[in-house]
Structure formats: C-alpha cells, structure tokens
Nanobody, 123 residues
Framework: QVQLVESGGGSVEAGGSLRLSCAASGNPYNYNQMGWFRQAPGKEREGVAAIYTVSGNTFYADSVKGRFTISRDNAKNTVYLQMNSLKPEDTAMYYC????????????????WGQGTQVTVSS
C-alpha cells in the first residue's frame, strides 16, 4: 500500500506562487509515476502534471505549461508542484496520485490518491 499526503495549498492573489508537496509512504516499488490532478467545483477532474520517478520525465497539461513545474526528491519520496503566475482559473482542489505508467498517456494508471489540498487564486 501507498499513502499520499499533500500540503502547501492556500490562498493567493493572481500572479502569485505556491508550492505543493506530496509525501509518499509505503512501498515505493508500487508505483513509477506520480502526478498532480485538480478538480474545480462543477468541473471534471483534470490532469495537471506528472513525473516518472525513475527517468524523471515530466508531462504537463497545456494550460499550465511554462507556469508550473513538477519535480521529485526520491530520497524523501516526495513530489513537488511549483506553481507560478497563478490565475483565478487555477483555483481547485489539487490531488496527488501515484501508480504505474501505461504506455501512451500520463493521465492513466494511477492507483493511489491523496486527500487533496485546496488552492484558491483571487483576481
């Protein structure tokens, strides 16, 4: 089993920055990719970014490219999401997820999910 705990959410003004953290505990061999997803009220959950834990390859949604950066610290079993130039449309609950990468899409293959951390961006 793998447990994921997110932290770092909060409220910021547009243009501001936040850094989310996702600490994983349990067997690290149960996953090889970690990702961030978000869900705003009344909207479907969407993928934000992902990283392969071995190769370090990263993937981003078009809406966050150039503004968000995903990174990992394998020694700490922690993944980070640095969010810069935040916009009101980034407001959502952000979830960390882990699982096995499936060929073709970084949006799939997630087995483990955290409880989420709220990000609110005011205009």
């Amino acid at each position: 089993q793998v447990q994921l705990v997110e932290s770092g959410g909060g409220s910021v003004e547009a243009g501001g920055s936040l850094r989310l953290s996702c600490a994983a505990s349990g067997n690290p061999y149960n996953y090889n990719q970690m990702g961030w997803f978000r869900q705003a009220p009344g909207k479907e959950r969407e993928g934000v970014a992902a990283i392969y834990t071995v190769s370090g390859n990263t993937f981003y949604a078009d809406s966050v490219k150039g503004r968000f950066t995903i990174s990992r610290d394998n020694a700490k079993n922690t993944v980070y999401l640095q969010m810069n130039s935040l916009k009101p449309e980034d407001t959502a609950m952000y979830y960390c997820a882990a699982g096995w990468a499936l060929g073709g899409s970084w949006l799939k293959g997630y087995t483990y999910w955290g409880q989420g951390t709220q990000v609110t961006v005011s205009s």
